[in-house]
C-alpha cells in the first residue's frame, strides 16, 4: 500500500491549506486509526491529528481549534483542513495508516510527506 500526500505549499500566515492522503488500496482489514504527524526541519516527529476506528479524534495542543482532520467513507482518503496558519506550523507533514492484515498482521504505512511552510 502506499500513501499519497498532496496539498503542501507556502502560505502566508493566517491562511489556509488542505492536506489529503490517497491510499493506493485499501488492504487493511481492520483500521485501526489514520493520522497526521509533521517533522519541523531539525525536529522531531509530532502527532498533528488522528482519527480513530470509532471516529474519536485527537489533536495536538497547539492545532487544536484551526485544524480538522477527516477520511471518507471509503478510508482510502485522508483529509486535513488547516486554518489559521502560523509560520510555527512549517513542516514536513506525513499520513499513516495504521491497522491490521491477514497477511501482515499489524502494520502502519506512511506517505512520503508533503512540505507545508507558512510566512509571517
Known amino acids: 500500500v502506499q500513501l499519497q500526500a498532496s496539498g503542501g505549499g507556502l502560505v502566508q500566515a493566517g491562511g489556509s491549506l488542505r492536506l489529503s492522503c490517497e491510499a493506493s488500496?485499501?488492504?487493511?482489514?481492520?483500521?485501526?486509526?489514520m493520522a497526521w504527524y509533521r517533522e519541523p526541519l531539525g525536529k522531531g516527529r509530532e502527532l498533528v491529528a488522528k482519527?480513530?476506528?470509532?471516529?474519536?479524534?485527537v489533536y495536538g495542543e497547539s492545532v487544536k481549534g484551526r485544524f480538522n482532520i477527516a477520511s471518507d467513507n471509503s478510508q482510502n482518503n485522508l483529509y486535513l483542513q488547516m486554518n489559521s496558519l502560523r509560520p510555527d506550523d512549517t513542516a514536513l507533514y506525513f499520513c499513516?495508516?495504521?491497522?491490521?492484515?491477514?497477511?501482515?498482521?499489524?502494520?502502519?504505512?506512511w506517505g512520503q510527506g508533503t512540505q507545508v511552510t507558512v510566512s509571517s
Open positions: 499513516t495508516f495504521n491497522g491490521w492484515t491477514p497477511a501482515t498482521g499489524s502494520v502502519s504505512y
Open positions: 488500496e485499501n488492504t487493511l482489514q481492520i483500521i485501526n486509526h
Open positions: 482519527i480513530e476506528r470509532s471516529g474519536r479524534t
